[in-house]
T-cell receptor, first 117, second 114 residues
């Protein structure tokens, strides 16, 4: 079945550096990808929705200059956390939906644990 | 490999019918469990979650789920569905000792006939 690969699963970086998280659809074309953030003991919080070839739509309160999303191809979307701070430490998850007529299922990556020291 | 199984991919019910969506997972350790819903044109919302304590969890909109450890199950239920429950439902499992892993099921598409 369709798989969404998210990489890395775990990353530690220093304050002030940037980190890139990749989300790939392995056997389908993902016209829409979603990026979520999860805080401990809380539910997923949608950060942004990206459609291939266009700018991402960010949710209220999410800094677009800090969380750069690129969806340049139908199989890859990236989330770059720029100038990371310890408060950016969190669990980030992507999901992807394919194209085509009719219903396209939603698939999830396994998440990335970011720790900023 | 760890996995989450949602047995029903597409369910069609009439209003007022009772609902039960199955979710089974394969993981031997302690887990946190979630049910999420995505309404048409919207993003994921949390219906309910289980971390510990009473295995019968009540969520929003009249939904509940029961964690049966011996069966590795976390089925979602609602006694009487409404047309507005038409949505996609996702079960998710997070191993309690892992803060870098969450596994989602493939989802169940629920269609309620008015």
């Amino acid at each position: 079945g369709a798989v969404v690969s998210q990489h890395p699963s775990r990353v530690i970086c220093k304050s002030g550096t940037s980190v890139k998280i990749e989300c790939r659809s392995l056997d389908f074309q993902a016209t829409t990808m979603f990026w979520y953030r999860q805080f401990p003991k809380k539910s997923l919080m949608l950060m942004a929705t990206s459609n291939e070839g266009s700018k991402a739509t960010y949710e209220q309160g999410v800094e677009k200059d800090k969380f750069l999303i690129n969806h340049a191809s139908l199989t890859l979307s990236t989330l770059t956390v720029t100038s990371a701070h310890p408060e950016d430490s969190s669990f980030y998850i992507c999901s992807a939906r394919g194209s085509g007529q009719g219903y396209s299922p939603l698939h999830f990556g396994n998440g990335t644990r970011l720790t900023v020291t | 490999a760890q996995s989450v199984s949602q047995h029903n991919h597409h369910v069609i019910l009439s209003e007022a019918a009772s609902l039960e969506l199955g979710c089974n997972y394969s993981y031997g350790g302690t887990v946190n469990l979630f049910w999420y819903v995505q309404y048409p044109g919207q993003h994921l919302q949390l219906l309910l979650k289980y971390f510990s304590g009473d295995p019968l969890v009540k969520g929003i909109k009249g939904f509940e789920a029961e964690f049966i450890k011996s069966k590795f199950s976390f089925n979602l239920r609602k006694p009487s569905v409404q047309w507005s429950d038409t949505a996609e439902y996702f079960c998710a499992v997070n191993p309690s000792n892992r803060d870098d892993k969450i596994i989602f099921g493939k989802g169940t598409r629920l269609h309620i006939l008015p």
